[in-house]
């Protein structure tokens, strides 16, 4: 029991942020062919899995099979790639679960409104995954691994299973704002997908699956813009703000209650071709004319960053980004070659030469000589 937790953990944290994640038209994701992602499940399967989540103010979309069976082998060393491999066949034989056969990871942040007491509510989170493995013998491990600390509770007609985080509990008794997170839950929502977060994040998805408070399509058809993408992330970061401080209303006096402009509405991504990785994004507007303006600040912004950075990788990569204003979008692209990214990798895990030749260069401390002493007669 003692190997098959740790294990268990890293399966969790493999499947929920491998990570707990292109500037075209956000409806292109919405067509009458099927559209097959490299994943191996359709798109239309992904959005709508995605669909019966609950509202969310930032999501991370991750494709773990791409990642794994794709870039690792491009950019890990053979002996790292062993290594990865032995580890998912661990996870696989103690926890059942195949990490090379995930679907999808999501990590979905919600922001609320104040409450009467006009205190900052903070964020709550939940991971969300799918693949080939069954939730419930997930669920029935964690359990066993737990030892008694996992609570089972039934909402509506799951079975969410709470946990106490003792650290977080103990400091939340000093800082009130900790409490959120002092307590975290597991479900599993379907018979191949289980989400990890904070319990009433975790009853609003249970809820969401009879069809009340789903996220919203404008969020899912930005994130999904590409389905076949390594990892993108899609957010309203102005909305949460205003959430959070009461600009539209708290949740006991309510005022506006949506904020209808996508100004600061961001996407980005990350996914690959033969040759390059790409680097794609786009951040909403509001019109042309601001679009304009915004695309101009942030590319003054990088000349400036430029002139800062000594390494001529860094310029490199500050150079390939390419940013447009485009209708209501400031519309960012850049393309990595694969064996710079490569090099770059190899270059940081090698030890500096500064430190080779210092370490080579320290002289080697020199032996003290043994000093006998000569024993004196007793005298007769």
Known sequence: MKRIFPLLITAALLLTISTATLAQNPQSIVTSAPVTSASGISAQDIRAALASLPEADTLIFINPRRIINEVAPRVMAPKDLEGMRKAFADINQFAGVDPTKVDFIVIAVRFRKPTGDLKLVPPEFMAVTSGDFKSESLMNLARMASEGKLRDETYGEKTLSLMTIDPIAKEAEKNPFLKSFAEVGVVALSANSIAVGTPNYLRAAIDSAGSNGRISVENLNSLLRDPSVLVSVAGSPMESFSRSFGILGTETN????????????????????????????????????????????????????????????????????????????????????????IDFIKSQSQPKKEDAARTSAAPTPAKKPVVRRKRRRPSQ
């Open 254 to 341: 309510p005022r506006a209650p949506k904020c209808d402009s996508n100004l600061g509405d961001f996407y980005v991504a990350l996914t690959m071709d033969a040759t390059n990785f790409m680097l794609r994004g786009a951040m909403g507007a509001d019109n042309p004319d601001t679009a304009s303006i915004m695309n101009s600040l942030f590319s003054g912004f990088l000349r400036q960053a430029g002139s800062f950075m000594p390494g001529k990788a860094e310029q490199s990569v500050l150079n390939s980004l390419q940013l447009t204003a485009k209708d209501n979008e400031v519309v960012l692209s850049a393309d990595f070659p694969q064996q710079m990214v």
